[in-house]
């Protein structure tokens, strides 16, 4: 299939002065670990890889895309001017861990392990950072890790600084952080700008002459919602839409009661939009620091799932919904993309992105990794390429949601619940927020029929 | 207040069960009052009709807590008037949160298998409802001498005690451990990871 491309992002769009780079406040932690002697040597020219990891940042709450007509986030729309957004990027399991580790693995729960947000990482999981860390690229991962266990040692990262406080969720203020396994306190700092700090500091402390892979994982836009104290209340005033099943109390219900939400629907809201464009400013100041080097970086930028606000009468994730399993994906590769500030329409996985960054640094991708380069399409070649998206999610105790397997294809949503439910389909292209449930329709047994099969076969290629 | 004393009644005499049900009037009109909420809740949820649904939907949500909250006020006092024994009162006021856990159990069964639904049904919510429900019992035994005093324009004959003032300081502490300080997560995550343990 040729890749198809649509619409022209603003060409306009910059990222305003505000978002200068503030000076590092931080003081580096004693004790960092011993590089890695790897004896290899990245060719000359490699470039840097930078991906910027958000957390429950839903796919239509960019600015750009004028879905929620007051949101601003400046930096990713300039982010995605500059390169290409991805307008069917999906997750492979919509819950935090498994998440991440695809992110990491390029594979899927049923194959990292990571199946829900109490199993944890397997110690000596192979990650993208191994291969290029072998190939002499120096890395980094900053921020949330967030899966149970203790902290693993990350083999071909230099630097690893994260946060274990309420599980791996953290906290927005005072964070506590571990860096490179030491536990620092960080009092009076807010923990996307520490974060950022911290980032900036290791991209700018060292003269190495090695690309570097940089992963920023934030805490943010993951409740409580907490805004930066000068971003607090921005959207005080703003008409809310939200869905029509959707209430102000529904975040008490038994199914929505555990995701942290509990009180007023409209005022959660509010502050996460505000937390996301406290997080938006931080992303643009990380870009200016990889300002001098940009055009030999690339820059990844997405979210481990998106996010229900009232959709389904729901809160939270989970849930095979698009307002859940699709994500915002934004790729700026100077030398790479052939058309900047396009979109592009082929279904794309968080699990492509390890073999992506690995193809673009010319490093060999493992073929344990279940996802695939989406470089061809950033180049703009013809590809033949995936038509639909298999997703899984398995049991997460107590959230009331049974473990399911869905096939996501241009036009249908098709969902088989293990247990509790029965299977749901939606014409997608004819009922967007899929709330017909299709599945017991006689006019779409066939269809039914069809994609229950597919759901079968890919159930056996990826699990 | 205190209980009238009785002789108890002899095994098979039917005027115990009768007088049980008579002790247990309000606490049964509480766990009724919240079932029936619950399945009307239940039963409208995601059906929008017009612009009375998120109205109607708000307040039963919110009624919904007053049974499984707060109905200690009632049923406590109301129990020991009509003489039923602490013990007794107390397993009042218990019974609207039981019923909770109950629904909450039976419905994590169809996403659960059963002993890991049976463990739902310890959920710090059910753990917070039977805190806020000692602490409505308190300051309903403080509050019913007084309420009773005035509107019979009498003086309050009953003999002041610490318990009930116990009681809304310890079940407030409950409540506030429960579900309120930092949103409930220094019991939510405890109580996820001994089920990890448990059934892991």
């Keep these: 299939m040729d890749v198809t491309r649509r619409g022209l992002l603003a060409a306009s769009l910059g990222v305003p002065a505000a978002l200068g780079l503030a000076a590092c406040s931080t003081t580096p932690a004693a004790g960092g670990r011993p590089i890695p002697v790897t004896g290899a040597t990245a060719p000359p020219g490699s470039p840097n890889l930078l991906v910027?990891?958000?957390?429950?940042?839903?796919?239509?709450?960019?600015?750009?895309?004028?879905?929620?007509?007051?949101?601003?986030?400046?930096?990713?729309?300039?982010?995605?001017?500059?390169?290409?957004?991805?307008?069917?990027?999906?997750?492979?399991?919509?819950?935090?861990?498994?998440?991440?580790?695809?992110?990491?693995?390029?594979?899927?729960?049923?194959?990292?392990?990571?199946?829900?947000?109490?199993?944890?990482?397997?110690?000596?999981?192979?990650?993208?950072?191994?291969?290029?860390?072998?190939?002499?690229?120096?890395?980094?991962?900053?921020?949330?890790?967030?899966?149970?266990?203790?902290?693993?040692?990350?083999?071909?990262?230099?630097?690893?600084?994260?946060?274990?406080?309420?599980?791996?969720?953290?906290?927005?203020?005072?964070?506590?952080?571990?860096?490179?396994?030491?536990?620092?306190?960080?009092?009076?700092?807010?923990?996307?700008?520490?974060?950022?700090?911290?980032?900036?500091?290791?991209?700018?402390?060292?003269?190495?002459?090695?690309?570097?892979?940089?992963?920023?994982?934030?805490?943010?836009?993951?409740?409580?919602?907490?805004?930066?104290?000068?971003?607090?209340?921005?959207?005080?005033?703003?008409?809310?839409?939200?869905?029509?099943?959707?209430?102000?109390?529904?975040?008490?219900?038994?199914?929505?009661?555990?995701?942290?939400?509990?009180?007023?629907?409209?005022?959660?809201?509010?502050?996460?939009?505000?937390?996301?464009?406290?997080?938006d400013r931080e992303i643009g100041r990380l870009l200016n620091a990889v300002e001098p080097v940009a055009d030999n970086t690339v820059v990844v930028y997405t979210s481990d799932n998106g996010y229900s606000w009232g959709e389904h009468v729901l809160t939270g994730k989970r849930w095979a919904y698009d307002d859940n399993i699709k994500v915002p994906f934004i790729v700026r590769w100077p030398d790479g993309v052939s058309s900047p500030g396009t979109i592009i329409d082929e279904p794309v996985l968080n699990a492509d992105i390890a073999p992506t960054l690995l193809d673009i640094a010319g490093v060999p991708i493992p073929a344990a990794m279940q996802g695939r380069s989406i470089a061809p399409l950033l180049r703009g070649e013809p590809v033949e390429w995936r038509d639909d998206v298999f997703y899984e999610y398995f049991a997460d105790f107590p959230y009331q949601v049974p473990p399911s397997q869905a096939v996501r294809t241009d036009r249908w949503l098709y969902v088989e619940y293990d247990r509790g439910l029965s299977p749901e389909l939606y014409d997608t292209l004819a009922d967007p927020e899929q709330r017909v449930n299709l599945a017991e329709d006689p006019a779409y047994t066939t269809t039914r029929q069809e994609l229950s099969q597919r759901l079968a076969d890919l159930r056996r290629e990826y699990t | 207040m205190s209980a009238a004393a009785e002789p108890a009644p002899a095994p098979g005499d039917t005027r115990a069960l009768g007088r049980a049900l008579h002790l247990g009037v309000p606490a049964a009109i509480s766990v009724v009052a919240f079932l029936v909420i619950d399945l009307v809740l239940a039963g409208l949820v995601g059906r929008p009709w017009g612009p009375a649904y998120p109205v109607t939907m708000d307040a039963l949500v919110l009624l919904r807590m007053g049974p499984l909250f707060f109905s200690g006020l009632i049923v406590w006092p109301a129990m020991r008037a009509r003489g039923a024994t602490r013990a007794q009162a107390t397993i009042g006021i218990l019974a609207t949160p039981v019923a909770f856990a109950i629904v909450s159990g039976w419905r994590a069964a169809a996403f659960f298998p059963p002993l890991e639904a049976a463990y739902y049904a310890t959920n710090p919510i059910v753990i917070g409802a039977i805190g806020a429900q000692v602490a409505s019992a308190g300051v309903g035994a403080l509050a019913y001498p007084i309420w009773r005093a005035r509107r019979t324009r009498t003086i309050s004959s009953s003999r002041w005690s610490w318990w009930p003032v116990v009681a809304v300081v310890a079940g407030t502490a409950l409540t506030v451990f429960a579900v309120i300080w930092d949103g409930g997560q220094h019991l939510f995550y405890p109580w996820v990871l001994l089920y990890g343990r448990l059934f892991g």
């Design chain 1, 52 to 279: 910027i990891f958000s957390d429950d940042h839903r796919a239509d709450h960019l600015g750009l895309t004028g879905e929620v007509p007051f949101l601003q986030t400046p930096a990713l729309d300039a982010l995605a001017s500059e390169g290409v957004l991805f307008d069917h990027a999906y997750v492979t399991t919509a819950l935090c861990s498994p998440s991440r580790a695809t992110l990491l693995t390029g594979q899927y729960a049923s194959r990292h392990g990571v199946r829900n947000n109490l199993s944890a990482w397997i110690p000596g999981t192979p990650s993208f950072f191994d291969s290029l860390a072998a190939s002499g690229y120096r890395c980094a991962y900053i921020g949330k890790w967030h899966m149970p266990g203790d902290l693993p040692d990350l083999t071909g990262v230099e630097r690893f600084i994260t946060f274990t406080i309420e599980e791996g969720q953290g906290v927005y203020r005072d964070c506590p952080l571990v860096i490179d396994g030491v536990e620092t306190p960080r009092p009076g700092t807010y923990v996307t700008t520490d974060l950022t700090d911290l980032a900036v500091q290791w991209l700018t402390e060292s003269d190495d002459d090695r690309p570097f892979c940089l992963v920023v994982a934030h805490k943010a836009v993951h409740h409580e919602f907490e805004p930066p104290d000068d971003l607090l209340g921005t959207y005080d005033g703003v008409e809310i839409d939200l869905p029509d099943e959707a209430f102000t109390y529904q975040t008490l219900l038994d199914r929505n009661v555990w995701e942290g939400t509990a009180g007023r629907l409209q005022t959660s809201y509010r502050r996460y939009c505000e937390t996301l464009l406290g997080m």
